[in-house]
């Protein structure tokens, strides 16, 4: 089975409103989390990352949160711009496996309505 | 900087015939990864190298797919012979390394190259 999981497949929302897109993980001995976002006919770019030695990270206009406890990642995209309709990808990975030990999921379309 | 440049943006091809992607790094970058995304499947990493060298490539799906790293600004991944089953984009990705101290998990993605295998 796929190690991580995204709830919902499309996610839509109006312009202005928060967003908020789940990730589930199962490899407990995962210790790194990474979002991306992915336009249409471009590839993956990196948004923000969190490790697992901490349960809230905040970027610009963005927040990830980790739930250890059930294995559950999410993003929050506050006021939401048509910029952000993309897919955005979960992926996780473990110390010292680096970039290699990235495993993504399968993403969740953003649609921001006007 | 370009970013990680990626060539070709769209291949079309004929089943049985030999594809070649090409792919150049973000400069000082000493980690290059394949990946390729397909709808049922996702993102699926096939090779990575460090340092020009290979070091897993247990995702690459058969003897038909190779890559190779021959300096530390170009790589290539080669399918021969093509098969529709093939078809998807194919990304390349750098990073400064393969450990998680500092951002070194962050991937850097070329544009990818949409490949058509008919």
Redesign the interface.
């Known amino acids: 089975g796929e190690s991580v999981g995204l709830h919902l497949p499309t996610l839509s929302v109006q312009e202005g409103d928060n967003s908020i897109i789940n990730c589930a993980y199962s490899n407990s001995a995962s210790d790194?989390f990474?979002w991306y976002k992915q336009e249409s006919?471009?590839?993956?770019?990196?948004i923000i990352?969190i490790?697992s030695n901490m349960d809230k990270r905040q970027g610009q206009r963005v927040t990830v949160l980790l739930n250890k406890t059930v294995k559950h990642l999410s993003l929050q995209i506050a006021a939401t711009q048509p910029g952000d309709s993309a897919v955005y990808?979960c992926a996780e990975?473990?110390?010292?496996?680096?970039?290699?030990g990235?495993t993504?999921?399968?993403?969740t379309h953003l649609i921001i309505q006007p | 900087d370009a970013g990680v440049i990626q060539s070709p943006r769209h291949e079309v091809t004929e089943m049985g015939q030999e594809v070649t992607l090409r792919c150049k790094p973000i400069s000082g970058h000493n980690s290059l990864f394949w990946y390729r995304q397909t709808m049922m499947r996702g993102l699926e990493l096939l090779i990575y190298f460090n340092n020009n060298v290979p070091i897993d490539d247990s995702g690459m799906p058969e003897d038909r797919f190779s890559a190779k790293m021959p300096n530390a600004s170009f790589s290539t991944l080669k399918i021969q012979p093509s098969e529709p089953r093939d078809s998807a984009v194919y990304f390349c990705a750098s990073s400064t390394g393969t450990t998680l101290a500092g951002g070194a998990g962050e991937l850097f993605f070329g544009e990818g190259s949409r490949l058509t295998v008919l």
Do not use: E, H
């Open positions: 790194y990474i006919g471009k590839g993956p770019q990196f990352d490790r990808f990975g473990r110390s010292g496996g680096g970039a290699d990235l993504f999921g399968k993403g």
